[in-house]
């Protein structure tokens, strides 16, 4: 911490010595025009004040000399006998005590100088810690938000090869599963035309047999169709939407109405299967939790966005599980993937639940780079 300076002579130190030889003129001039009412009592009355201004303002050696031009002063024009610098027996305690009370307010003045010179040290180094601290928090938050980025690419990634992952599979389910499923079921055909042959325990298998397969082919279908709906890539998202709600409905008994757009266009294969997995994912919780019987979807183009509500009639999310999901941190798998699915496709999504019902809100934007050719035109290349 560095130390009070004593002002030099200098661009500042010659202004703080020109001040003080000016206020010891002012104060004896001050003094003199007083003369008429004082005479020769209370010489040192004006001074006073110019020490003061000097040795708080102007510095340790400029208010010694303050002190002393006022000292001669006095003695020269208002101590008798008058302008002569001999001085009488009786004036010398007067004089004696001025200097000393001058020194005890230069000494106040330093030690006040000092006082602000140790503060003025301390809060500039408080500045500087807080700037290096706000430095430190801007490179930590600028580190967190790459953290972040690297995480998000990483999710985007991640999600790009779990629907890679789940178009292989369905697609394996449906070209070998799918195809040793349909030769099991000729073979089945063939022992069915001779069970005559059979005793009646002999047939009841084979037909249960059948029956089995059959029940086989369908749920494997279901699953190869759930893993990767075959209609979002060929008819689009409207057809695979209504495929999945009409499919959904008979299997939970909850009556969906789905309300789409007749000029909904084609849109590119990342947001439409970020939509198809919205909407899937919004009817697999109201299944699951919500305790309703009615869901209503719908898609809503404006403006060159695209709005996809989805919405039921339950018991709603608990006011905790709302606050976990509206931290980003702590919502759900699924939430969380729906919410990640549409970040990376500029997009946004809003929960809204009471106990009437819980709303589900994504907004996507339709840039005219996110629409892809439309469905004619995809079967011809």
Not at 168 to 192: C, I, K, T
């Amino acid at each position: 911490m560095q130390r009070a300076r004593t002002p030099k002579p200098g661009a500042s130190g010659w202004r703080r010595y020109g001040l003080a030889i000016l206020a010891a003129a002012l104060a004896l001039w001050l003094r003199r025009l007083l003369a008429p009412l004082f005479g020769e009592s209370n010489p040192y009355l004006t001074v006073w004040a110019a020490v003061v201004f000097s040795s708080w303002y102007c510095g340790l050696w400029p208010s010694i000399i303050t002190a002393l031009l006022s000292t001669v002063g006095v003695w020269y024009w208002f101590v008798p006998p008058l302008h002569s610098l001999r001085l009488g027996r009786q004036q010398v305690p007067g004089l004696a005590g001025f200097l000393v009370f001058s020194a005890f307010i230069i000494a106040l003045g330093e030690a006040n100088r000092h006082s602000l010179a140790k503060t003025r040290a301390a809060e500039k180094m408080l500045k500087s810690a807080h700037d290096d601290l706000e430095q430190r928090v801007r490179e930590r938050t600028m580190d967190l938000d790459a953290a972040n980025d690297s995480l998000r690419e990483l999710s985007g990634r991640l999600q790009q090869m779990r629907d890679v992952e789940r178009r292989q599979l369905a697609r394996e389910l449906h070209d070998s599963v799918g195809q040793l499923l349909a030769a099991l079921s000729m073979n089945m055909d063939v022992l069915q035309s001779q069970s005559d042959r059979l005793d009646l325990a002999g047939a009841r298998a084979i037909s249960e047999n059948a029956l089995l397969v059959e029940q086989i082919s369908r749920e494997i279908r279901t699953i190869s169709h759930l893993l990767h709906p075959p209609l979002l890539d060929v008819a689009g998202l409207a057809s695979a939407l209504r495929w999945y709600v009409d499919g959904f409905s008979e299997r939970s008994k909850i009556n969906v109405r789905l309300e789409i757009p007749e000029d909904l266009a084609r849109m590119s294969n990342e947001m439409e299967l970020a939509i198809f997995r919205m909407v899937q994912e919004c009817l697999t919780n109201i299944h699951r939790h919500s305790e309703g019987d009615a869901a209503a979807i719908r898609l809503r183009q404006y403006d060159g966005r695209l709005a996809v509500e989805v919405q039921d009639n339950g018991k709603g999310i608990p006011p905790d599980k709302q606050r976990q999901l509206s931290a980003s941190g702590r919502m759900g798998l699924g939430f969380r993937g729906m919410r990640e699915r549409l970040r990376q496709l500029g997009g946004t999504l809003e929960i809204q639940s009471d106990p009437t019902g819980t709303r589900v809100v994504a907004n996507l934007s339709l840039q005219k780079k996110e629409i892809a050719p439309n469905a004619s035109q995809e079967i011809a290349s």
